[in-house]
């Protein structure tokens, strides 16, 4: 045994494998190509650590990150609010509504305006068109000056109900057609 060693030995050099050294031009090597993507592994992970690491950061700046979670929230919260209030006091709640109807129509388009800025609109439906001008909305005060009135007597028990729509209610229509059969 000792022959052949020593053959090999003095034919490749000592310490060389021919067998492997050849198998490993058609075929990678299997605990090299272990050693390298656990390397690669370990690099990937610490540049994912370093790219994720929080800075530690000012009361300010954590004061301001609050702030900016806010308005979201906010929006949700208090639309459903708006259909709570209008549960409990309907009367309150169509005071108010109409108010909000006495709003130029410039002034609502500013305020989607911003509104998509703030929460990162790419775009604004462009086949909106102003339905109303700021004279329009001049014309409808006495109309919705009358209404809150009629509100507010319908409040003090004074007034008489009625209706607060322009338009036709079909639910109500098929609803009173079926019933008075």
Request: overall charge positive; cysteine-free.
């Amino acid at each position: 045994m000792g022959v052949i060693s020593a053959i090999l030995d003095a034919l490749f050099g000592g310490g060389r494998n021919v067998v492997k050294d050849t198998v490993e031009v058609f075929r990678q090597n299997a605990e090299s190509s272990a050693r390298r993507d656990a390397a690669y592994r370990a690099a990937a992970l610490g540049e994912f650590g370093r790219e994720f690491a929080v800075p530690r950061r000012g009361r300010f700046d954590r004061f301001m990150d609050g702030l900016n979670r806010l308005p979201r929230p906010a929006l949700a919260l208090g639309t459903l609010g708006l259909f709570v209030a209008a549960m409990i006091d309907p009367i309150w709640f169509a005071s108010r509504m109409q108010g909000i109807a006495l709003v130029p129509e410039p002034l609502w388009w500013l305020l989607g305006a911003i509104v998509s800025f703030y929460f990162g609109a790419r775009h604004q439906v462009k086949s909106q068109e102003f339905q109303r001008s700021i004279a329009d909305t001049l014309a409808n005060t006495a109309r919705v000056r009358g209404e809150i009135a009629a509100l507010e007597a319908l409040r003090n028990g004074a007034g008489e109900a009625r209706s607060f729509s322009t338009g036709e209610n079909a639910a109500l229509a098929d609803w009173r057609r079926v019933n008075d059969k």
